[in-house]
């Protein structure tokens, strides 16, 4: 189950854009392929994704909190393993 949300390009405004909260979040490359799937604070993962080059695009969706977003990605991940 990719996240509804579509790609947005991993970049500075982006990030400036993100919700300063909990949530998971997809990072992936030009043709679309998801290359992670993980969960935390959106802005600060998202920083550190930039800095470490860590994908071209990324999507992404809050969270009520850090149970709720860990829920997602084992779920998100089990899918995706699952193909």
């Known amino acids: 189950m990719p996240l509804e949300k ?11 854009s993100v919700p300063d909260r909990y949530g998971i979040y997809e990072l992936g490359v030009a043709d679309g392929s998801v290359v992670a799937v993980e969960h935390g604070p959106l802005r600060s993962e998202l920083k550190e994704a930039l800095a470490y080059g860590d994908g071209e695009q990324v999507r992404w969706k809050t969270t009520q909190n850090r149970t ?13 393993a699952s193909r």
Do not use: Q
């Open 68 to 80: 709720e977003a860990e829920r997602l990605v084992e779920e998100h991940r089990d899918r995706l």
């Open 6 to 16: 579509g790609w947005k390009p991993l970049e500075r405004a982006t990030i400036d």
